[in-house]
């Protein structure tokens, strides 16, 4: 039989192995550090949990596989220069944005994008790092070493934070989960909520830019499409061409979750609406350690990555899905985590439809 290599062994290599073990597939994370020589077939076929690798033994043996499955499109998406350039070119709205080259100026930043400008390193950026505001009323001037290696954005005065999760399979079809509400503290993902009534009006417009991105990559598996909603409007953050964070909330919420309907999808499986359970809620695990009495509360999935805590590190996640708003108020009610969770709870609970 076939073996499906997922380049990374991370967390969600390790959910996606998960996913695939009930369909009978054997899914291989494998570590990008590893020396080990890869006994790979040439009917296998090769995914990835993270959309950049330094070039090592391992990542080479699995990028050089011919049935590595949206092999070009990584590097597309992994650099914001090329990914802007992509949502340009298809005319998908995003921040206004201009490429910092070794001659740009903060005065031209300040000029063309407003008084806060957002720089990203274009590569290697994550969970709000390699992120640099420049200020105009501090008078901030763009470092020399980012010049050449950044994008600058416009600051955009979000309503609130959404994703988007899509899988599109080998033929082309298409299905998405409800969109997903995001709080982000310090630019990590503390929680998500999903579905929420109020956002379904988006549903369509999200769904049609997202279709319209995976068509033009011929994109095979899941992608997820996070987004800034201003008023009635969705501008893109932020694509990732892989399983993603506010997608967790599918392991309890639906029918079938974004792990599987990825390995689904890059194996050619067949494809299926996934049917949302119930009202879910997602907590991220950021540099808290393992508490077993989470196991008390009810409706709770508790995922520990066996990672070693470290401030800000994302070591785990609950996940909560119940039809009754009472159980998921009672259970944000019993969870008892040090700041910033009150206000990760907070948020929570406010979003919570009632009764
Ligand atoms: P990113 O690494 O691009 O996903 O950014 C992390 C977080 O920083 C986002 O989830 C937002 O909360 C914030 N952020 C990113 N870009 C902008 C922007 N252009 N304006 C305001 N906030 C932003």
Redesign the pocket.
């Known amino acids: 039989m076939s073996v499906l290599w997922v380049l990374g062994a991370g967390q969600l290599g390790a959910m996606l192995k998960q996913a695939g073990t009930p369909l009978g597939l054997d899914v291989r994370p494998v570590d990008i550090e590893s020396t080990e020589t890869l006994n790979l077939s040439p009917t296998d076929i090769v995914t990835a949990e993270r959309e950049e690798w330094p070039e090592t033994v391992a990542t080479k043996q699995l990028a050089t596989h011919s049935n590595f499955v949206n092999l070009a499109t990584f590097p597309q998406l992994a650099d914001?220069l090329t990914q802007k350039q992509w949502l340009d070119r298809l005319d998908l709205a995003t921040?206004p944005?201009f490429p910092v080259e070794s001659d740009s100026t903060a005065a031209f930043a300040y000029e063309t994008l407003g008084e806060?400008?957002?720089m990203?390193q274009r590569r290697g950026?994550?969970?709000?790092?390699?992120?640099y505001w420049l200020k105009q009323s501090d008078a901030t001037e763009i470092p020399e070493d980012w010049k050449g290696r950044a994008i600058a954005?416009?600051?955009?005065?979000?309503d609130e934070?959404v994703s988007l999760v899509g899988v599109r399979g080998k033929d082309g079809e298409t299905h998405f989960y409800p969109l997903t509400l995001?709080l982000?503290i310090?630019?990590?993902?503390y929680a998500s909520i999903s579905p929420l009534e109020r956002l379904k009006p988006l549903q369509d417009k999200a769904e049609a830019m997202l279709s319209k991105l995976m068509g033009a990559l011929d994109y095979v598996g899941v992608m997820a499409m996070?987004c800034?909603r201003v008023g009635d409007d969705l501008?893109i953050?932020?694509l990732a061409p892989r399983v993603h964070n506010s997608g967790h909330w599918t392991q309890a919420g639906s029918s079938v979750c974004q792990f599987e309907n990825h390995v689904r999808a890059v194996t050619g499986l067949p494809l299926a609406p996934a049917e949302v359970k119930n009202q879910s809620m997602m907590v991220n695990l950021i540099g808290v350690d393992l508490d077993y009495q989470w196991l008390n509360i009810k409706d709770l999935e508790l995922y520990w990555y066996k990672k070693e805590v470290r401030p800000g590190r994302k070591v785990g996640h609950l996940n909560f899905c119940s039809g009754d708003p009472e159980v998921l108020q009672a259970a944000l009610n019993q969870l008892n985590m040090p700041a910033p969770y009150p206000e990760a709870l907070t948020w929570l609970s406010e979003n919570l439809p009632q009764k």
């Open positions: 914001r921040a944005w806060r400008v957002l990203k950026g994550y969970d709000g790092k390699g992120q954005e416009q600051a955009i005065n979000f934070e995001n982000h310090n630019g990590i993902l996070e800034f501008l953050n932020e």
